[in-house]
């Protein structure tokens, strides 16, 4: 099955269940792979009808014979495959107040998703800023492993989206149309490849709003639709879930795969993020920034494997002392109200939960953080 086949099952799944607003992100994703005027428009009359009928019984059908239609121009299109485009070699960055990033090593490829985590003032933006070309290393080098005339092209290529970005005048709509006519589309596919990406970033009700009258989730979604407009080999992304809700992170980081995983259009995301559950479960990789210094957990075999569970319990600490030493605790640690308790790598998540019960410590919450780079931060 290529991944283009994985993906249209997946989509074909989701049709069955009628959950319509996954269909069509999914649906304008395979629509901007083909490239072709024609299924822009198609794509386009059907969302246009949809914005009037969300309750029309003819839904289903159309969104069946758009995929099917979709299913036969990409059916015979090129994969592409995910290829290293990024390679960064004992990178290091000094500033004159101290702080020094690396040495970094870091392979990025198309269609991952890489999350970069640490607390605050760890790097995050320095290693993001030197990636996209803003920052000269100090040393070490960065290859950039695709094709570019020269360094315009190259940074048109590399998007980085900072953390707090610029103010900009008139309606959504009118700046993302300029920015698809800087960016080499023809001027007959300037508004339908607008309309498809305004509409995949759930921007459809807000294009005429201007930059006043956006919230800032939505600001950085603007950003988002900007950017893809360039296709760019590598989206930069600074904090992008900082002023996002539980909810829209979690469909942010979904968009992020998605358009990261184009079985066509393949490309990098590199995000930094303070939000480091939701991050986990999106990267292909985790890169943790500890004063600089690099760890990817992937890689981390320096330190001995540990069985290692965070918890929230109303139960003192002797009395967990004494009851979890029964299946081996070799420390348990306070964290704000989070306990988190390390044990030999030979317990697992299930003896640990029995021990609960048979000793009766009642938990609020629990989670397993033996491969997450959650220990990192908690040291
Ligand atoms: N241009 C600069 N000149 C000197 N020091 C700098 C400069 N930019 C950043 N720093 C310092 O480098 C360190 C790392 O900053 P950086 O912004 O890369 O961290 P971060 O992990 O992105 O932090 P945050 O999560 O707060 O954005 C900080 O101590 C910061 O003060």
């Not at 610029?166 to 300029?178: A, I, K």
């Not at 950085?220 to 590598?234: G, Q, V």
């Amino acid at each position: 099955m290529t991944i283009f086949e994985q993906q249209l099952a997946e989509v074909q799944e989701l049709l069955q269940f009628e959950n319509y607003p996954q269909v069509i992100k999914r649906i304008i994703d395979f629509t901007l792979d083909t490239e072709d005027i024609l299924h822009y428009k198609e794509t386009i009359a059907f969302l246009n009808w949809y914005d009037s009928n969300h309750e029309s019984p003819e839904v289903k059908e159309k969104l069946v014979d758009l995929l099917n239609n979709l299913k036969l121009t990409l059916g015979s299109k090129e994969i592409k495959p995910h290829q290293t485009i990024i390679s960064i070699n004992e990178l290091k960055k000094v500033y004159n107040s101290n702080f020094s990033l690396g040495p970094i090593n870091l392979d990025i490829k198309s269609g991952e998703i890489i999350g970069l985590v640490g607390e605050n003032g760890n790097g995050k933006t320095t290693l993001l800023r030197s990636i996209c070309g803003e920052l000269h290393p100090t040393s070490g080098k960065i290859n950039y492993k695709f094709d570019y005339d020269d360094l315009y092209d190259l940074r048109t290529k590399l998007v980085y989206i900072p953390q707090r970005t610029d103010t900009w005048r008139g309606s959504m709509y009118e700046n993302l149309e300029f920015t698809a006519s800087c960016y080499g589309y023809k001027p007959e596919e300037n508004n339908l490849v607008v309309d498809l990406v305004i509409t995949r970033l759930g921007l459809r009700k807000f294009r005429s709003y201007n930059w006043k009258g956006l919230s800032s989730g939505y600001k950085m979604r603007f950003e988002l639709a900007r950017m893809l407009l360039r296709k760019p080999k590598i989206l930069l992304i600074d904090e992008p879930l900082a002023n996002l809700d539980i909810l829209a992170q979690q469909t942010v980081l979904d968009d992020f795969r998605n358009i990261a995983n184009s079985p066509f259009r393949p490309i990098a995301i590199v995000l930094s993020s303070q939000q480091l559950y939701e991050v986990e479960k999106t990267s292909n990789q985790v890169v943790f920034l500890k004063q600089g210094v690099q760890r990817n957990l992937v890689e981390d075999t320096i330190e001995e494997k540990h069985f290692i569970v965070e918890f929230e319990t109303a139960e003192t600490i002797s009395v967990l002392n004494e009851k979890l030493n029964k299946i081996g605790l070799l420390s348990l640690e306070q964290n704000g109200g989070t306990l988190i308790a390390t044990f030999p790598i030979e317990i697992s998540i299930s003896m640990f939960m029995k021990t609960l019960i048979s000793e009766q410590i009642e938990v609020t919450y629990l989670r397993n953080i033996t491969n997450s780079t959650r220990r990192f931060f908690v040291k």
